[in-house]
């Protein structure tokens, strides 16, 4: 009985050794990557100074950012690792070498997440923001150590207000619950934060995602070579570079007068615009014509279908709901890795939701920064300056920390919350969620639908030359006939 209880001993030791060193190392690597990438849009001067103090408080605010921006990464593959990881020991269910990947090893990172993307919320970006903005207090002596006490008074300070302000809110929503449990801040107030918190960064997912997939179609096809319908590219290359030439003759004139002093900043846009115009076509001029024909129209029909599967999957979760009690998004406590698919369609669907599960992540990250009240944080290359990195890590964090509660509750995936994620008090609420799906549905749709019609408009518009008419014209009066000789003629 003792040898077999200490090889139980052993065994459970040796779990959590190798456990502990999987996790490290993830994290390793993941706060290399964002260091990396903080470092490409940071503002060198900031850290480059004559203060010694001022850069340092600078570094570390850097390092406490970066370790934000690790959790927002691992909270964003907390589903994709789930689901695969699942896929894996089914296909593999007796490999010697997939031992290491179990129920322990992604509840372990589901809790890991949690606790540090909360702590990073809560603790580290306040501290990061209040530490660069301190000088110490009136009359201590000077360092950085009098940054960190003010910083850390500040925040004891804002703490006691958001723990007061909890308080309210649950003594106006649940008076004998809240006043029996003043005392009880672990057991109580802490997940209610958590779960205001979560709600926070789903409703915020709700604006953003849909925004988001209507401008992936104008943000990709930024990035590509479009095809155009009509269009002579020599001759409008040709006009291209001609107005280029000009502009730069009219900037290095000579010329001291007072109207071009005043119309100088007007005419370096215009060449720049100008400039962009006439690289783009040389770009679409040496492309290839697979490139320019086939490779547009592939990309734009890949996101169509991935924006349409997102919105049938929830129309199908919609049903699901008024008829089945197991499609509510819940929390389990042992995930029971390798007994079942999470998709009814196997491997292959698992694929597809890990698919759009990053798809959705990609696409609430462009509309976050599309959206009018967020253009202002979007990052910069080399250009950044340190309140906006602290800017810019919270809100990523925020997104990414609700992705697997927005995911589950639009019925993306099958793969139960595991951990504190499923103990949120408003998951249960069953109209809360009904709504939320199809608010998600109707906006997804309404901007899906704006967004083809306006594209599809646009490019007639310009394959029939009507966006050089004056603007006094109204194209709409323009008769259809007329049009489609327009057409004619240039086909011609």
Same mark, same amino acid.
């Given at each position: 009985?003792?040898?077999?209880?200490?090889?139980?001993?052993?065994?459970?030791?040796?779990?959590?050794?190798?456990?502990?060193? !999987?996790?490290?190392?993830?994290?390793?690597?993941?706060?290399?990557?964002?260091?990396?990438?903080?470092?490409?849009?940071?503002?060198?001067?900031?850290?480059?100074?004559?203060?010694?103090?001022?850069?340092?408080?600078?570094?570390?605010?850097?390092?406490?950012?970066?370790?934000?921006?690790?959790?927002?990464?691992?909270?964003?593959?907390?589903?994709?690792?789930?689901?695969?990881?699942?896929?894996?020991?089914?296909?593999?269910?007796?490999?010697?070498?997939?031992?290491?990947?179990?129920?322990?090893?992604?509840?372990?990172?589901?809790?890991?997440?949690?606790?540090?993307?909360?702590?990073?919320?809560?603790?580290?970006?306040?501290?990061?923001?209040? *530490?660069?903005?301190?000088?110490?207090?009136?009359?201590? +002596?000077?360092?950085?150590?009098?940054?960190?006490?003010?910083?850390?008074?500040?925040?004891?300070?804002?703490?006691?207000?958001?723990?007061?302000?909890?308080?309210?809110?649950?003594?106006?929503?649940?008076?004998?619950?809240?006043?029996?449990?003043?005392?009880?801040?672990?057991?109580?107030?802490?997940?209610?934060?958590?779960?205001?918190?979560?709600? %926070?960064?789903?409703?915020?997912?709700?604006?953003?995602?849909?925004?988001?997939?209507?401008?992936?179609?104008?943000?990709?096809?930024?990035?590509?070579?479009?095809?155009?319908?009509?269009? @002579?590219?020599?001759?409008?290359?040709?006009?291209?570079?001609?107005?280029?030439?000009?502009?730069?003759?009219?900037?290095?004139?000579?010329?001291?007068?007072?109207?071009?002093?005043?119309?100088?900043?007007?005419?370096?846009?215009?060449?720049?615009?100008?400039?962009?115009?006439?690289?783009?076509?040389? $770009?679409?001029?040496?492309?290839?014509? /697979?490139?320019?024909?086939?490779?547009?129209?592939?990309?734009?029909?890949?996101?169509?279908?991935?924006?349409?599967?997102?919105?049938?999957?929830?129309? %199908? @979760?919609?049903?699901?709901?008024?008829?089945?009690?197991?499609?509510?998004?819940?929390? $389990?406590?042992?995930?029971?890795?390798? +007994?079942?698919?999470?998709?009814? %369609?196997?491997?292959?669907?698992?694929?597809?939701?890990?698919?759009?599960?990053?798809?959705?992540?990609?696409?609430?990250?462009?509309? %976050?920064?599309?959206?009018?009240?967020?253009?202002?944080?979007?990052?910069?290359?080399?250009?950044?300056?340190?309140?906006?990195?602290?800017? @810019?890590?919270?809100?990523?964090?925020?997104?990414?920390?609700?992705?697997?509660?927005?995911?589950?509750?639009?019925?993306?995936?099958?793969?139960?919350?595991?951990?504190?994620?499923?103990?949120?008090?408003?998951?249960? @609420?069953?109209? !809360?969620?009904?709504?939320?799906?199809?608010?998600?549905?109707?906006?997804?749709?309404?901007?899906? !639908?704006?967004?083809?019609? /306006?594209?599809?408009?646009?490019?007639?518009?310009?394959?029939?030359?009507?966006?050089?008419?004056?603007?006094?014209?109204?194209?709409?009066? !323009?008769? *259809?006939?007329?049009?489609?000789?327009?057409?004619?003629?240039?086909?011609?």
């Amino acid at each position: 009985m003792e040898t077999d209880d200490v090889s139980v001993r052993e065994q459970l030791f040796h779990n959590r050794v190798r456990e502990t060193i !999987i996790c490290v190392l993830l994290f390793t690597c993941l706060y290399i990557l964002c260091y990396l990438i903080l470092t490409h849009f940071r503002k060198t001067a900031e850290f480059v100074t004559d203060d010694i103090e001022d850069a340092t408080v600078n570094k570390i605010a850097l390092w406490l950012c970066t370790f934000t921006l690790s959790v927002a990464v691992c909270a964003v593959l907390l589903l994709p690792i789930s689901i695969l990881s699942n896929e894996v020991l089914l296909t593999f269910p007796q490999s010697y070498y997939m031992q290491w990947l179990n129920g322990s090893l992604i509840h372990g990172l589901w809790n890991l997440v949690f606790l540090f993307s909360n702590l990073s919320l809560v603790f580290l970006m306040p501290f990061a923001y209040f *530490f660069t903005e301190s000088e110490g207090f009136a009359g201590s +002596k000077k360092g950085v150590m009098a940054r960190v006490y003010e910083a850390v008074v500040l925040l004891l300070l804002l703490a006691l207000l958001v723990l007061g302000i909890v308080w309210v809110a649950s003594a106006l929503l649940h008076d004998n619950m809240a006043r029996e449990s003043l005392y009880d801040l672990y057991e109580y107030y802490l997940p209610y934060l958590y779960s205001g918190i979560s709600l %926070f960064g789903v409703m915020l997912l709700l604006l953003c995602t849909p925004f988001g997939l209507s401008r992936m179609f104008s943000v990709t096809g930024s990035l590509l070579v479009k095809p155009r319908l009509l269009e @002579n590219v020599e001759e409008t290359l040709s006009c291209t570079s001609f107005e280029e030439a000009s502009l730069s003759r009219k900037l290095n004139c000579s010329s001291t007068s007072c109207w071009v002093k005043l119309n100088m900043e007007a005419m370096k846009r215009e060449y720049q615009t100008a400039r962009s115009k006439r690289i783009a076509l040389e $770009m679409r001029r040496k492309a290839s014509p /697979w490139q320019r024909n086939l490779g547009y129209p592939l990309a734009m029909l890949l996101l169509l279908a991935l924006t349409v599967m997102c919105v049938l999957m929830v129309c %199908f @979760n919609v049903l699901e709901l008024l008829f089945d009690e197991t499609a509510m998004p819940r929390g $389990m406590e042992d995930p029971r890795l390798g +007994k079942t698919s999470f998709s009814m %369609f196997g491997s292959l669907g698992a694929a597809v939701q890990v698919v759009l599960i990053l798809y959705l992540m990609v696409s609430s990250v462009v509309g %976050f920064y599309s959206s009018p009240l967020f253009t202002s944080l979007l990052p910069r290359a080399q250009d950044t300056n340190l309140t906006q990195i602290i800017g @810019n890590c919270v809100s990523l964090l925020v997104l990414s920390s609700a992705l697997p509660v927005f995911s589950r509750t639009l019925g993306i995936t099958r793969f139960d919350l595991l951990g504190d994620f499923g103990r949120y008090n408003w998951l249960g @609420n069953f109209y !809360i969620v009904f709504l939320y799906n199809m608010l998600f549905a109707g906006l997804t749709s309404a901007s899906l !639908i704006k967004t083809v019609t /306006w594209a599809v408009q646009r490019e007639l518009i310009r394959a029939f030359g009507l966006h050089r008419l004056p603007l006094t014209v109204s194209r709409s009066t !323009i008769p *259809f006939r007329l049009l489609l000789a327009s057409g004619l003629s240039k086909i011609q």
